[in-house]
């Protein structure tokens, strides 16, 4: 497949209640563009949600911003790729303690899913962080509605 | 920006309710569809249904406040159902593990039927 057509989105939000919403419909604006179905856009859009509000309420950043950076791709044969980061400036957090969480009824950990919601709706996510910030890179995949 | 959840109730019988959502399920509105729930169980309901046919949107926070009001509402002896989820909802419930507390039904009528709380 030969990847053509680049479609390119750069937001900075303020990290003000349901800003996650301005950021999914954004990039579901874009993904409808290059035809996506509606089910991938729905799965992309929660997953921007959770990841905006990780930033929101963990990175303890001092500018109070979010800067997302959305790119889609037509990939030829009614396929299409959606590449989405998600940056924050904040103090970073331990990966790995933050996919371990798991919750159940009862238990003292009812919130911290949003990574495991990120990674079950999107088809590759990737994190960088540390002391200076964090950025999360997703990318979901669709095939065109017909 | 603000996205506004609105709750409708339908009381069905002594002991039974349907609870419409309209909007996106996050802290606000999760906390809007408690007091509605917490409200009904002091009026001894014991079978909830919250029917979402009208919310397109949830976050994980706004589903944490639902499982608080599954644990709530098992504690008390009663039952809560879910109908009408969008595909990604419903995936999401199950991220959560919400589908092993609750009862999760395609469409009303299932729900109503499955749960006693026909009018």
Known sequence: ?146 | MTEELKVAVDRRGTSGAILYTKGYINNVGGEEIASRAYELMEGDVRSLLLNLRETKIVNSIGISILIEIIEKMIDKGGRIGFCCLTPVIHKTFQIMGLANYASIFTDEDQAVKEMGLAS
């Open chain 1, 1 to 146: 497949m030969t990847a053509t057509a680049e479609r390119q989105m750069e937001l900075t939000l303020p990290m003000v209640p349901d800003i996650e919403i301005a950021a999914a419909r954004a990039a579901g604006n874009l993904a409808r563009e290059l035809g996506m179905r509606s089910e991938s856009i729905d799965e992309m859009a929660h997953a921007m949600i959770e990841a905006c509000i990780n930033a929101r309420e963990h990175s303890g950043s001092n500018d109070r911003r979010i800067y997302v950076r959305i790119t889609g791709t037509s990939l030829g044969e009614g396929n299409s790729r959606i590449d989405i980061w998600i940056t924050d400036h904040g103090k970073g957090f331990d990966v790995t303690e933050a996919r371990s969480r798991r919750q159940k009824l009862g238990a003292v950990h009812k919130r911290g899913w949003g990574l495991q919601i990120i990674e079950a709706h999107m088809d590759e996510v990737s994190i960088t962080t540390s002391a200076d910030g964090t950025t999360i890179h997703m990318v979901k995949y669709g095939k065109n509605d017909d």
